[in-house]
């Protein structure tokens, strides 16, 4: 009976210190997770925001440069039939 009540006496013991040196309510807590949330939400939409804004940008560069590259071939092409057609009318 003794050791029953000092288990009994060390839970409520255990108890009342759990609910004097708690550093939060409950309400604190998930006012406190909403808050985190909140803020890594922010965070990641930041972060994919100033991501698709890079590609976005890498996209631009690339249709540049490859108008770009089609007009220096239509040039090369067109100089490269220039140059054949006498030949080939002699043929």
């Known amino acids: 009976m003794k050791g029953l009540f ?3 006496f ?3 013991v255990g108890a009342v210190a759990a609910l004097l040196l708690a ?3 409950s309400e ?3 006012h406190q997770i909403l808050d985190t ?3 890594d939400m922010t965070k990641l939409q930041d ?10 940008t890498r996209v631009a560069k690339m249709q540049t440069d490859l108008q770009s590259y089609f007009q220096k071939a239509t ?3 067109i100089i490269v039939e220039e140059t054949e057609t006498p030949g080939e009318a002699e043929a």
């Open 10 to 12: 060390g839970i409520a």
């Open 75 to 77: 040039e090369i092409d």
């Open 47 to 56: 972060a994919m925001q100033r991501d698709m804004n890079e590609l976005n």
């Open 6 to 8: 000092g288990f009994v």
């Open 23 to 25: 550093p939060e309510t």
């Open 28 to 30: 604190e807590l998930r």
């Open 37 to 39: 949330t909140t803020r």
